[in-house]
């Protein structure tokens, strides 16, 4: 079993356990992170971010940051490591040296760490790198497209809010983002856009967002504009800006895994530059390399490689706390790297719905000649890809590599007669490589998503590959055969499974017969996968785009009973205090009994006292606060506050708490709880929660979704579906499109009340599905009810249909055993708030049908 595997096994535990930890705040983060926790509905982060994510909190907090040799060793022992770390020793060897002076495999990782012609006589360069590491450091791979620059944000932002929660505790307070090359440096800007707001709780967020600053490193900066010694610092930057200058010494500072020693008699001592030395300055230091294979080479002892020696040196000049390496190519030479300790692999990001499918859809070709080939592709593709479009209506492309700027000549004119011959210009073909012009370079690098270009064909040379996101990008080509080194054929050839949303076409790859087994191999070392699984692979989710199609929806409006705390006498300020209380465990003592054999009353009378020893229990000072504001009705930031001032670390003693109790109590009887209502405006459809967009002249809001594909054939309606299927244009509903029902009655209800409005619209003015909207940043049509075990949850109804007179009907369509009965307690009491305008029902349905009657209920409130 590989590491990876334990951990997520233990991180269950863990979840299971409510994230339990001394620091308690996480479990908060992790619990915002949810709309709906019971239904595991994510805010913001895709599943494997906020897995990722988890794995990541667990090794602070559960394992204490752990080196990665000290987890090997905790989860696995004797020949389990061995086996674990992928040692194979010989027999002989493994006799002599674990056994035969009784030191055991420990022995064994003292000859890896010490003995060089050991480590090369079995190759266990990669294995010394990793385990003796001065610092800790993890690998979380994730397939392509999951998301890593916006797990590197969340980490960073999780960790500077943890360090302003817990200014004493041992997170991390400044953060250094490499990014190989400058094209992945431009993507890694990112960062700065990702919308902490929704990762991290309103309390944590506003502190985090006024302290964080992010930093790029550019071109003809001497140095980075940082305050030396200064914290809540991102500096995102690569190996070429942040540079080890060399002077000559007889001194080595770095022994033993990147250097060959038996071959240095002399080596260089390495001596930061000005950016460094600042960067060296940051204390609670962190450092996160995207796309790891480019910080750890395979053969360090060959090839110095910059990252990792920049790290070295942070290392040694302060406090790094942790190194977060992220990747998609976990895998070398089909071996899981050993510091990987979370894995989303390519075939799940399939079925997730993050990549494209492409099942079906890898086409090798027999040998056959090179003009026939190229022929054959492009026709292939524009028969099946012409009319493709994506939603900002650019068209579908194909890029073909090529080894050599020469083949890439040969071809085009191949290619120009088959576009011409589909009525396509040959302008439409763009060749690029390392001789095109800075404009043309600049223009496939950074522009290549204009919707407004006309390119559809690429013919490339050594471009295209890592860090090049084509979003139109659905078909590639590999035509003679291409250098099986650096991954290059697996790169090039899955440039166009990345996902984009509302898209349910496949992706398609080309292969030639000499390109077939290095593909193969390629996948089988870096993902653990083979062509044959990947060409397999069904796509379980699909991930849908959604827009609003109506800005302009009037509020609702409705009286809502809300209780609060306030003074009997109002002269008493309406401030609950309280004190810390004193209490003293070492005063507790037992009673030592006895039976009064003299007495009247056959009694136990004491005889003798003794002391105990007590071991505390603590609670954590946010559970409590909002315990204390539910109990009592008091402002949960007030009491919190108060707490924190109390109690910095953020823990209470049990005893303390039921003192604290009792205080607020004795206040509380100069106040009394009252019951007010109120009349609140609830805005259906907020569009600044949605992302803004540009069509033209006009602005569009748009978010994305992501379901099984299973329930898009069947739960889920567009509007321009609906159009097309009943031939019937439509003003009502579609607040939003497409909407995603629950159910089949939901939808089936929705067509027949649409269709009844179409024919006689009467004073309806319109009808909204609001069930599938939960996030409060979309939307204030939400109600809040305390289920049966104490626990707040958030509520949207199925339906709200209004009627110009303004009154309104709140439909909930749901199968008797699924009835929330303290769900209908509070929505019936939000109904008799509101009398005259609000009418509460609830149609029940048996299977996947709609009962005749239960619409009639619906219909009749419409015409009565």
Same mark, same amino acid.
Request: hydrophobic share 35%; glycine share 4%; proline share 4%.
């Given at each position: ?79 389990? !490591? ?31 760490? %010490? ?34 620059? /916006? ?152 090839? !110095? ?65 090179? +003009? ?7 026709? %292939? ?5 012409? %009319? ?26 191949? /290619? ?151 003074? +009997? ?47 505390? %229990? ?231 049908? !709609? ?14």
């Amino acid at each position: 079993m590989t590491l990876n595997k334990v951990l997520k096994r233990k991180i269950r535990e863990w979840r299971d356990n409510n994230y339990e930890s001394h620091y308690s705040a996480i479990r908060e983060i992790f619990e915002y992170n949810f709309l709906d926790i019971d239904n595991q509905d994510l805010r913001y982060l895709r599943k494997a971010q906020f897995e990722a994510l988890e794995t990541y909190w667990y090794l602070r907090l559960a394992e204490n940051t752990p080196h990665i040799f000290d987890l090997y060793k905790k989860y696995f022992q004797g020949e389990d !490591l061995l086996d674990a770390l992928n040692i194979r020793l010989t027999d002989k060897d493994l006799i002599k040296i674990a056994f035969s002076n009784g030191g055991g495999v420990e022995t064994i990782f003292k000859k890896i760490k %010490d003995d060089n012609e050991f480590v090369k006589k079995y190759r266990l360069e990669g294995i010394r790198e990793s385990l003796f590491l001065n610092y800790p450091s993890y690998i979380l791979a994730l397939a392509m497209g999951a998301g890593k620059t /916006v797990l590197i944000g969340s980490i960073i932002a999780t960790e500077f809010a943890m360090a302003l929660e817990y200014p004493d505790g041992p997170f991390v307070k400044n953060a250094l983002v490499f990014a190989p090359g400058k094209t992945i440096l431009g993507a890694l800007k990112e960062i700065s856009d990702i919308p902490y707001e929704k990762i991290l709780p309103p309390r944590l967020y506003k502190p985090f967002i006024s302290n964080v600053k992010i930093t790029y490193t550019r071109d003809g900066e001497k140095d980075i504009p940082v305050i030396k010694g200064s914290n809540f610092n991102v500096i995102v930057t690569n190996t070429e800006k942040i540079r080890i200058q060399k002077q000559t010494i007889t001194k080595n500072l770095l022994q033993g895994v990147l250097f060959n020693e038996e071959k240095e008699d002399e080596i260089k001592e390495t001596v930061a530059n000005q950016r460094l030395q600042t960067i060296a300055s940051l204390p609670n230091l962190a450092i996160f390399s995207d796309e790891a294979h480019h910080t750890y080479g395979q053969i360090l002892d060959k090839e !110095l490689k910059r990252v990792r020696q920049t790290v070295n040196y942070l290392a040694e000049k302060t406090n790094v706390l942790v190194v977060v390496n992220t990747t998609g190519t976990p895998y070398f030479k089909r071996q899981i790297l050993k510091d990987v300790v979370y894995w989303y692999g390519l075939s799940q990001g399939i079925k997730d719905g993050i990549l494209k499918e492409v099942r079906g859809n890898i086409i090798a070709y027999p040998k056959i000649s090179y +003009k026939k080939f190229l022929e054959d592709v492009v026709s %292939d593709f524009l028969e099946n890809y012409k %009319d493709v479009k994506i939603y900002d209506n650019s068209l579908a492309k194909l890029a073909i590599y090529f080894p050599k700027i020469a083949d890439l000549n040969l071809a085009k004119p191949i /290619v120009e007669k088959i576009v011409i011959k589909y009525g396509l210009d040959p302008s439409v073909i763009l060749p690029v490589h390392n001789e095109s012009s800075e404009d043309i370079k600049d223009l496939f690098d950074n522009r290549i998503n204009d919707p407004t270009l006309p390119y559809r064909i690429f013919l490339l040379v050594n471009k295209g590959t890592e860090g090049w996101n084509c979003l139109s990008l659905f078909a590639t080509a590999l035509a003679r055969k291409l250098t099986s080194s650096n991954n290059f054929v697996l790169q090039a050839a899955s440039r166009c499974l990345r996902q984009i949303p509302g898209n349910k076409v496949k992706a398609k790859i080309y292969l030639s017969k000499d390109n077939v087994p290095i593909l193969d191999n390629q996948l089988k070392e870096t993902y653990g996968e083979s062509l044959e699984e990947l060409n397999r692979t069904p796509q379980d989710f699909v991930k849908e785009r959604v827009i609003v199609r109506k800005t302009g929806i009037p509020p609702v409006v409705l009286k809502k009973k809300i209780r609060k705390v306030i003074p +009997k006498d109002l002269k008493f300020k309406p401030f609950i205090k309280f004190e810390k209380p004193k209490i003293n465990l070492e005063d507790i003592k037992k009673d030592i009994l006895t039976p009064d054999e003299f007495g009247r009353r056959k009694v136990l009378v004491t005889i003798a006292q003794e002391k105990i020893k007590i071991e505390p %229990d603590y609670t954590d000072i946010y559970s409590l606060a909002v315990e204390l504001a539910n109990i009592y009705r008091l402002p949960l930031m007030e009491i919190y506050d108060k707490l924190k001032e109390l109690y910095p670390d953020g823990e209470i003693l049990e005893q303390e708490v039921v003192d604290i109790k009792r205080q607020i109590e004795e206040q509380i009887k100069n106040y009394e709880i009252v019951e007010e209502v109120v009349e609140q405006a609830l805005a259906l459809l907020k569009k600044q929660g949605f992302k803004e967009e540009k069509e033209g002249e006009k602005s569009i809001y748009v978010t994305e979704i992501i379901f099984h594909k299973d329930r898009a054939e069947k739960l889920l309606l567009k509007y321009e579906d609906f159009v097309s299927k009943y031939n019937q244009p439509t003003l009502f509903g579609f607040h939003y499109s497409p909407y995603n029902f629950d159910s089949l009655p939901e939808k089936e209800f929705f067509e027949s009340i649409l269709r009844e409005l179409n024919e006689n619209p009467d004073e309806v003015e319109d009808i909204y599905f609001t069930g599938a909207m939960n996030d409060t940043n979309k939307t204030d049509f939400i109600f809040e009810y305390k289920d049966k075990n104490g626990r707040w949850h958030n509520y949207s109804p199925d339906f709200l249909i209004r009627k110009k007179n303004g009154k309104m009907l709140i439909v909930e369509i749901k199968g008797e055993p699924f009835k929330d009965r303290q769900k209908e307690k509070e929505m019936r009491q939000v109904e008799n708030l509101n009398p005259e305008r609000l009418k509460y029902e609830i149609l029940e349905t048996t299977k996947d049908s !709609l009962g005749f009657n239960e619409v009639e209920k619906v219909k009749k409130w419409i015409y009565k």
